[in-house]
């Protein structure tokens, strides 16, 4: 099984995405994306059928839980569970800190199309390149989505934990 946070959740997320998939050589048993970065589009639509658990924050600021749930349609055998105006790091227990230099998702997505290369939409539906670092740079630059929030929840952090549990108990033995 895999499991991550943040953006260690969106290689579990994206772990079982089936070009990854012939890359690492089989499927993952079970998926546990935290509060994943879910920003990203394949044009190749096939995905492991192995069970995912999604765990996410409806307040969370970082990684919105809207990229999850627009994803969700292409994702064969997945749960997703939310925890009402949590922040990223709900499972944390840290008081509510807001980061002022971390790079935020806001409702853009990234394209990859079946040759590989990413591109992102800029104004007015024109593709902008994102193969290269520097496209991303300058994307990053341009588009100032800078700032987010952090804040523990006990309530979600407890459920999280037996939540987590039980999904790998059930998938992994």
Do not use: C
């Amino acid at each position: 099984g895999i499991a991550g946070w943040s953006l260690g959740g969106t290689v579990a997320l994206y772990s079982a995405w089936s070009p990854i998939v012939e890359v690492l050589g089989s499927p993952f048993d079970a998926h546990l994306p935290i509060y994943p970065a879910a920003h990203i589009r394949p044009d190749v639509k096939k995905w492991s059928n192995s069970p995912m658990l999604i765990l996410h924050g409806t307040g969370d600021d970082w990684t919105p839980i809207h990229l999850v749930q627009s994803l969700l349609p292409e994702l064969p055998n997945v749960t997703l569970h939310s925890y009402p105006d949590a922040h990223h790091g709900f499972d944390s227990v840290e008081e509510k800190i807001w980061f002022p230099n971390v790079i935020r998702l806001g409702k853009r997505t990234v394209r990859i199309e079946e040759n590989g290369h990413m591109s992102g939409i800029w104004k007015f539906g024109i593709r902008f390149p994102m193969n290269e670092s520097n496209h991303r740079r300058l994307v990053i630059k341009i588009l100032r989505n800078r700032g987010a929030h952090v804040k523990g929840d006990p309530v979600g952090r407890e459920d999280a934990l037996q939540r987590s549990t039980s999904f790998f108990s059930t998938h992994l033995g």
